[in-house]
């Protein structure tokens, strides 16, 4: 999912479609999306690139078993030295 968090656009992945699921609203995103990000090393940076250019902005892995908005909190806590 692509959200933006203190003007920074990012595109959220996680291994957990229900932890996403369950998040959606409470970030205000409106849907999520099923990819396949490749079996090499190589094919997940490629298209890691790819999904950052197609957003403009940036990827976060999620961990497994956190849910989303505490992704979220988390990512809003630490960008502030970027402004």
Known sequence: MA?????HRMLILSHDEEALQV???KIG???IEAIV????EEEQINTMHRLAKSVGGGVVVAPLNVKIEDVVDSLSQQLPWIH
């Not at 990000?37 to 090499?40: D, K, M």
């Open 23 to 25: 998040g959606l609203e």
């Open 3 to 7: 959200v933006t968090v203190k003007g």
């Open 37 to 40: 990000i490749g079996e090499t």
């Open 29 to 31: 995103a409106d849907g």
